[in-house]
């Protein structure tokens, strides 16, 4: 399952129920996007450097909204990360 880019209504995204991450993992997003902090995240089977910018939920899922090293802004399914 690809972990990037939301997309409102897209099919694969939505055939997979959301599964919540641990509060630990969620937190330590949250203090990244606070803190301005890059953090080292497993996206799609690549370890990529990303900041965090915000944590939030929209239609029963968690997102992530980063910035990659690139400049690219990157909305992420929180179910989809590994730490």
């Avoid at 959301?18 to 803190?35: G, K, Q, V």
Wanted: charged share 25%; glycine share 4%; hydrophobic share 45%.
């Amino acid at each position: 399952m690809v972990a990037v880019r939301e997309s409102r209504g897209h099919p694969a995204l939505n055939a997979v129920p959301y599964r919540p991450i641990a509060c630990a993992d969620h937190e330590r997003l949250e203090f990244a996007a606070l803190t301005k902090q890059w953090l080292a995240l497993r996206v799609d089977g690549t370890t990529q450097r990303l900041l965090p910018l915000d944590v939030y939920t929209r239609e029963g899922a968690e997102w992530l909204q980063a910035r990659s090293e690139a400049g690219e802004t990157l909305t992420l399914r929180l179910d989809r990360l590994a730490f």
